[in-house]
């Protein structure tokens, strides 16, 4: 795939770029340009253009708005000490997001064609990549099926593209959030879409989190389908226990079942968990067993973690049965420790000893 480059010939002054990184926040400011690129049945993918940032134009009969035939991913760029810039773990995303398309019924994306345009638009808008530890530009590329028609049946035409925005911490680093234990809806079923990362997934989440914001909470916290017992993912990010205390805690996240989505920070936590001299494991566990975890101090510590956020403490839980506290409610130096060594590595302070960072400029 060939990148035309025809970028915005009147992009934001060094100000007003500037004022609008300055002001942090996530999502609320885009990038000077963005890539996109059609695929039609008949003939495959054509080049893709990087362009000035602007509105699409769509039929009103496009299929996406319809049958919600689309998915996403969530990456980012980081400033190096160097004033360079890279990408952590591209091709990993490139893959979930092709694992994505296959079960949306959307056409892949060769990897490196992914990673290309990537590479291409953060090289174009680096001046947006923010400098300061814990910030970044947040890229997000999508698919959407774009055939015009009601047919219930897989697009025949798709369109690819990339946005970017600055973007600072999701969650303050500093504060444990308090999470609100759903036992009446559910995220994902065996069989369903909760592997892929698709917008449907996440607006079948909105009607919880409403729910888990009235109860005071800050996010929503999934169980499995089936039980209404098992632990899966909190939101949109997954979930890791610390058991224990010391160089002898043992790293804990509920295990891939098909219906969790496979994070890419969360197999990257696997790793830098593992480095750190950390047992790590993943398995099943449920209400019960974090309920009486934090009660008997076997569970000192909880945190999420996903793309957006990197690392959340997770300081109380809520759930219709009562509440309970995680140690004293604050971050625990474990979750401290992670979140620092994984940010140190995808900013070029500490070795990236398993070559995850992929340099663009």
């Known amino acids: ?18 004022a609008k990184i300055a002001a942090g926040g996530f999502g609320k400011y885009y990038t000077d340009n963005m890539v996109i690129a059609e695929w039609s049945e008949a003939t495959g993918w054509a080049d893709a253009e990087l362009k000035a ?33 890279s990408l952590f773990r591209p091709e990993a995303n490139a893959q979930r997001f092709n694992s994505s398309a296959v079960r949306m019924a959307l056409p892949e994306i060769p990897v490196k064609d992914f990673v290309a345009a990537v590479e291409a638009l953060v090289k174009q808008d680096r001046a947006w990549v923010p400098k300061n530890i814990g910030e970044s530009l947040y890229i997000r590329p999508f698919m959407i099926a774009t055939e015009v028609g009601l047919g219930v049946r897989p697009s025949n035409h798709a369109t690819f593209l990339i946005i970017t925005t600055p973007a600072s911490a999701y969650f303050n680093p500093n504060k444990a959030v308090t999470v609100w234990i759903s ?53 949109g990010m997954n979930l890791y226990f610390v058991k224990g205390s010391g160089d002898s805690a043992t790293i804990f996240t509920p295990k891939l079942t098909g ?13 830098v968990a ?73 900013h070029g302070t500490i070795e990236d000893k398993h070559g995850w960072n992929v340099r663009v400029g």
């Not at 009607?207 to 914001?213: D, E, F, M, T, V």
Request: charged share 20%.
């Open 1 to 18: 795939m060939k990148i035309n480059l025809n970028p915005n010939p009147t992009p934001a002054s060094d100000a007003d770029r500037e």
């Open 53 to 85: 940032y602007g509105p699409l134009s769509l039929d009103p009969a496009t299929s996406v708005l319809h049958y919600g035939q689309e998915i996403f991913e969530g990456m980012k760029a980081y400033t190096q000490p160097d004033g360079g810039i």
């Open 274 to 346: 593992a480095d750190l001299g950390y047992k790590v494991e993943e398995g099943m566990i449920s209400v019960d067993d974090w309920r009486d975890g934090v009660a008997s101090g076997e569970i000192a510590e909880i945190f999420a973690c996903g793309t957006a956020a990197v690392v959340s403490p997770i300081g109380a839980a809520k759930s219709a049965a009562g509440t309970w506290v995680t140690g004293n409610g604050e971050p625990g130096p474990i979750t401290h420790k992670i979140r620092e060594t994984l940010l140190g590595i995808q």
């Open 259 to 271: 219906t969790l989505l496979p994070g890419i920070t969360r197999d990257s936590i696997l790793s």
């Open 183 to 235: 036992t009446e809806y559910v995220r994902a079923a065996p069989g369903g879409t909760g592997a892929a990362k698709t917008g449907g997934n996440y607006a079948g989440s909105l009607l919880a989190q409403k729910q888990a914001a009235a109860e005071g909470c800050d996010q929503v916290v999934w169980l499995d389908a089936t039980e209404r017992r098992w632990v899966e993912e909190m939101g």
